[in-house]
């Protein structure tokens, strides 16, 4: 068995484990998988790609994002999100330790049913890829919701990939297994991903060098609902 499969069947396994002893999976079915290395489809807006890692990644994003919109679901109570997540570059976590009007470098997921309304299923964490001593350490949130501290790359599936760019500001990169399961029972389903990075010292003689220092990119995102009685 491949190390994906893996990953999807023991998450989905443990998530059956953990559902009370009185509930029934009436509906187990994945309603979007794509591991964009053919044509994209309708349901993503904003899509753009990238060659890494010897596959086609969504992205990768700079103070930007993605929506993934999934209509015409069947009955069910749970939905069920998963995909490989790089961190490309030198984030910074929860704090990034500027003098002034310091701020975190935010990744969020938010899932609703329209363009305009999201409901309480908002994800708000950070990363880190910086090292961590007594000294100086940058910690990051995930895999908890931001504030949360945990140490940088807490959660990590690999770390020090390689840069998504060869200049002096791109760094290394670390991959996450990103898994997440949802209440949700409506017909539609629109996933918004999207980042606020701060980045003042991305800049070398007038050039704009953000996205080379953080980005994140998507891989093998797949989606399934759940019907539990």
Known sequence: MSKKLFFKWFFLGFFIISCSKNDKILLDKIVY???FESNIDNNISNATFTKYNNSTVLGDFNNSGF???LENLEQHNKILISFD????????????????????????MELGISDTYYNNDVFET??????????????????NNYPHSNDPKTGYH???????????????????????????????????FYDQLYQPN????GVNYTKCDESWSIDNLTVRILYLK
């Open 67 to 69: 929506r993934l919109n």
């Open 126 to 143: 950070t990363f880190s890829n910086s090292p961590c001593a007594s000294t100086y350490c940058l910690r990051q949130s995930y895999p």
């Open 202 to 205: 991305a800049f070398k003689n």
């Open 85 to 108: 997540l790089y961190i490309h570059g030198s984030w910074d976590g929860n704090f990034n330790r500027f003098y002034d009007k310091d701020k975190p470098d935010l990744w969020k």
């Open 158 to 192: 690999q770390v020090n990939l390689s840069p998504i760019c060869t200049d002096e500001f791109g760094g290394p990169t670390t991959l996450y297994k990103f898994e997440k399961v949802l209440n949700h029972k409506d017909s539609t389903a629109i996933f918004n």
């Open 33 to 35: 998988q794509n591991d």
